[in-house]
Protein backbone atom coordinates (compact mmCIF):
# COMPACT_ATOMS: atom_id res chain seq x y z
CA UNK A 1 0.00 0.00 0.00
CA UNK A 2 1.14 3.19 -0.94
CA UNK A 3 0.12 6.71 0.30
CA UNK A 4 1.00 10.26 -1.66
CA UNK A 5 0.01 13.02 0.23
CA UNK A 6 -0.31 16.33 -1.62
CA UNK A 7 -1.39 20.27 -1.34
CA UNK A 8 0.31 21.75 1.30
CA UNK A 9 1.93 24.89 1.09
CA UNK A 10 2.15 28.28 3.28
CA UNK A 11 -0.97 30.32 3.89
CA UNK A 12 -2.05 33.53 6.04
CA UNK A 13 -3.62 33.18 8.74
CA UNK A 14 -7.21 32.92 7.99
CA UNK A 15 -6.97 31.45 4.73
CA UNK A 16 -7.75 27.91 3.80
CA UNK A 17 -5.60 24.83 1.85
CA UNK A 18 -6.88 21.24 0.88
CA UNK A 19 -4.75 18.27 1.38
CA UNK A 20 -5.45 15.14 -0.64
CA UNK A 21 -3.82 11.38 -0.05
CA UNK A 22 -4.18 8.95 -2.58
CA UNK A 23 -3.85 5.19 -1.98
CA UNK A 24 -2.65 2.89 -4.09
CA UNK A 25 -1.62 -0.65 -4.05
CA UNK A 26 -4.91 -2.08 -2.28
CA UNK A 27 -8.71 -1.37 -2.02
CA UNK A 28 -9.07 2.14 -1.16
CA UNK A 29 -12.41 1.41 0.09
CA UNK A 30 -11.34 -1.28 2.83
CA UNK A 31 -8.57 1.49 5.03
CA UNK A 32 -10.01 3.72 7.49
CA UNK A 33 -8.10 6.87 7.04
CA UNK A 34 -6.62 9.17 9.30
CA UNK A 35 -4.82 12.61 9.26
CA UNK A 36 -2.55 13.51 11.35
CA UNK A 37 0.22 16.58 12.00
CA UNK A 38 3.39 16.88 13.71
CA UNK A 39 4.83 20.19 14.55
CA UNK A 40 8.52 20.78 15.39
CA UNK A 41 9.42 19.01 18.66
CA UNK A 42 5.95 18.03 19.46
CA UNK A 43 4.57 14.58 18.99
CA UNK A 44 2.53 13.53 16.23
CA UNK A 45 -1.08 13.83 16.80
CA UNK A 46 -4.50 12.87 15.03
CA UNK A 47 -6.31 15.73 13.43
CA UNK A 48 -8.84 13.81 11.62
CA UNK A 49 -10.37 10.39 11.39
CA UNK A 50 -13.35 8.66 9.08
CA UNK A 51 -13.89 4.95 9.25
CA UNK A 52 -14.91 2.80 6.08
CA UNK A 53 -18.04 3.73 6.98
CA UNK A 54 -17.81 7.17 6.55
CA UNK A 55 -17.92 7.89 10.32
CA UNK A 56 -15.61 10.60 11.12
CA UNK A 57 -13.98 12.26 14.46
CA UNK A 58 -11.17 15.48 15.05
CA UNK A 59 -9.26 16.75 17.27
CA UNK A 60 -10.80 19.15 19.44
CA UNK A 61 -8.51 21.90 18.05
CA UNK A 62 -9.47 21.52 14.63
CA UNK A 63 -13.42 21.29 15.34
CA UNK A 64 -15.39 23.39 12.78
CA UNK A 65 -12.45 24.49 10.83
CA UNK A 66 -11.35 21.01 9.26
CA UNK A 67 -13.01 18.41 7.44
CA UNK A 68 -12.28 15.19 6.65
CA UNK A 69 -13.52 13.39 3.07
CA UNK A 70 -13.08 10.48 1.32
CA UNK A 71 -14.05 9.42 -2.40
CA UNK A 72 -13.47 5.75 -2.67
CA UNK A 73 -14.10 6.29 -6.61
CA UNK A 74 -10.77 7.77 -6.40
CA UNK A 75 -9.27 6.57 -3.99
CA UNK A 76 -8.64 9.72 -2.20
CA UNK A 77 -8.95 10.90 1.13
CA UNK A 78 -9.15 15.11 1.56
CA UNK A 79 -8.94 17.34 4.64
CA UNK A 80 -10.28 20.59 3.95
CA UNK A 81 -8.70 23.26 6.33
CA UNK A 82 -10.66 26.53 6.66
CA UNK A 83 -9.91 29.28 9.28
CA UNK A 84 -6.36 28.52 9.43
CA UNK A 85 -3.78 29.74 11.95
CA UNK A 86 -0.02 29.84 13.05
CA UNK A 87 -0.40 26.94 15.20
CA UNK A 88 -1.78 24.57 12.37
CA UNK A 89 1.70 24.87 11.08
CA UNK A 90 3.11 21.14 11.10
CA UNK A 91 4.13 18.82 8.71
CA UNK A 92 0.86 16.72 7.78
CA UNK A 93 0.81 12.56 7.65
CA UNK A 94 -2.35 10.79 5.88
CA UNK A 95 -2.59 7.32 7.08
CA UNK A 96 -4.56 4.47 6.17
CA UNK A 97 -5.10 1.37 8.85
CA UNK A 98 -6.72 -2.14 8.03
CA UNK A 99 -4.96 -4.83 10.44
CA UNK A 100 -2.09 -2.32 10.68
CA UNK A 101 -0.87 1.20 9.80
CA UNK A 102 0.81 2.22 6.44
CA UNK A 103 2.04 6.47 6.32
CA UNK A 104 2.68 8.63 3.91
CA UNK A 105 5.37 11.14 3.16
CA UNK A 106 3.94 14.21 4.54
CA UNK A 107 3.38 17.24 3.64
CA UNK A 108 4.49 20.73 4.89
CA UNK A 109 1.66 23.30 5.67
CA UNK A 110 2.92 26.71 6.92
CA UNK A 111 0.14 29.35 8.70
CA UNK A 112 2.15 32.95 8.74
CA UNK A 113 0.54 35.26 11.09
Known amino acids: VQLQASGGGLVQAGGSLRLSCVVSGSIFSIYDMGWYRQAPGKQRELVAAITRGGSTNYADSVKGRFTISRDNAKNTVYLQMNSLKPEDTAVYYC????????WGQGTQVTVSS
Open 95 to 102: KATRYKDY
